[in-house]
C-alpha cells in the first residue's frame, strides 16, 4: 500500500509545512522545514505519522545525510512521538529540546507505558509509541539560544511554558516567523476558531499568559501553530489568546467553586462557536483538544493554585499524548 501523502507549501521564504496526518486527518498536525545549509525539522509529528512525514521530505529532497537538526517544541506525543524513528532516518540530525523533555527522549518508557494504560489499542491507531533518542544526540536548548540554521538564519529558542513545563518556541531571525507549538493554541483551519490548549498535569494559567506576553516582545511576523499553519495578525492573535485563556479558566473556576462539572460548563459556554461548523470538524478538533482535557488541566491548576489534595492528579498515570494525568 503506498504510504499516504501529506501536502507540502512553501508558507514563507524558505520554510515548507508539511501536513503530518494525524488519524489520517488533513490540516490537523503541521510540521515545519526551515531551509539553510543546516536544514531543520520543527515537530515530527506523532510515531504514526512518521512515513509520512519522511515521505514529504523524500519528495522535498531531503535525504538521510542532509538534515542538520530535529527540534520539538514539547514532548506530547502528537509533536514528539516521532522522534526517535527521525533521529534513525537522519542520523547525522542533532535532536533539540527542552531541558525538561530531554530525559523522556532518551528513555520514554514511562511516557509510553502511562499512555498505553489511558488509551489501549487506540494508542496505535492514532498516536503510536515513542522510540528512545540515544542521548549523545540531544541537545538541550537553554532560553535565547540560537540553532543556525544557515550564515544568515538562526532559530532563536524561547522558553514557553504555561501549556507544559517542557514547553519551547522557536523564533526565525531571517521571516520573523515563530514556530508556537501549543502555547497560543489550537485554530484548525476546517474549525476556524482559537481554542485554548490547557491539559493536565502542566498547565498554569500564570505562565501560558507570561509565554503570550513574552511573544509579543518579539513582534513576530506571523504565528506558525502546530495545529494548523502560519497565522498572520500575530499581535492581535496573541492578544485573542490571552483573552480566551482567561474567559476559559474563569468558567472553569465558576463551575469549580460551585461543585458542577466543569467539562459541561466549558462546552455549555463555548460550544457555540462551533455551531457553524460541519460535525465531522467538531469532531476532528474534539479528538485533538476536547472540553474533557482542557476541564482536567484548567482543574488541576486550580486545585494547584487553592492547595487542595487530587487523587487522581497526584497519582494518575501520564498521558504521554497532552500529558494528561487520568
Known sequence: MATPSGAVAEIAPGIIQIDTLLGGWERMTAGYLVDGPAPVLVETGSQSSVPVLLAALDRLGVSAGDLAGVAVTHIHLDHAGGVGDVARAFPHATVYVHERGARHLADPTRLVASAARVYGDHLDSLYGRLDPTPAERLHVLADGEEIRVGPDRVLWAVDSPGHAKHHVALHDSATGVLFAGDAVGVKLPDAGVLRPAAPPPD???????????RFAERRPTGLALAHYGLLGDPLDLLVEAGETLRS????????????????????????GALAA???EHREKLEVLNSFHSNAAGLRRWLEQREGVASEASSHGPIDAASGEHR
Open 248 to 271: 476559559w479558566a474563569d468558567e472553569a473556576e465558576r463551575a469549580w467553586r460551585a461543585g458542577e462539572d466543569i467539562a459541561a460548563a466549558l462546552e455549555t459556554r463555548f460550544s
Open 203 to 213: 498547565f498554569d494559567l500564570g505562565q501560558a499568559l507570561h509565554s503570550l506576553h
Open 277 to 279: 461548523v460541519p460535525r
